[in-house]
């Protein structure tokens, strides 16, 4: 094992390790799959094809937004969210270097 497992985790480690605890859950990563390219879904939309209550969806969403997997928008009374591309495709790149380096 390489250095002290307790040192402080890289700062670009950060906001991936956010992205795997909030896909670490089956329906985060389905909702996640709902979406199509550039499309913007709301929260009806999402409970509407799911199996999950409205407010477990929002409770979801909440997460995914929070780990910026998720971007939204409020217009008028309702929220639209899209997947946040660039920082996934950044995330990933990260963990790829990774592995190319040091695994």
Do not use: C
Not at 23 to 43: S, Y
Not at 52 to 57: G, I, K, Q
Not at 66 to 80: I, M, R, T
Request: hydrophobic share 40%.
């Amino acid at each position: 094992m390489r250095g002290d497992y307790g040192r402080t985790m890289p700062q670009e480690w950060r906001s991936m390790s956010r992205v795997f605890s909030a896909l670490g859950d089956e329906h985060r990563q389905r909702i996640l799959l709902l979406f199509e390219p550039h499309e913007r879904l709301n929260v009806s939309q999402i409970a509407d094809v799911s199996t999950l209550a409205r407010s477990t969806v929002s409770h979801h969403l909440k997460t995914l937004r929070d780990a910026e997997v998720l971007l939204s928008e409020k217009l008028g009374k309702e929220v639209y969210f899209w997947v946040n591309k660039p920082f996934l495709e950044e995330s990933l790149r990260n963990v790829l270097s990774y592995l190319k380096e040091s695994a």
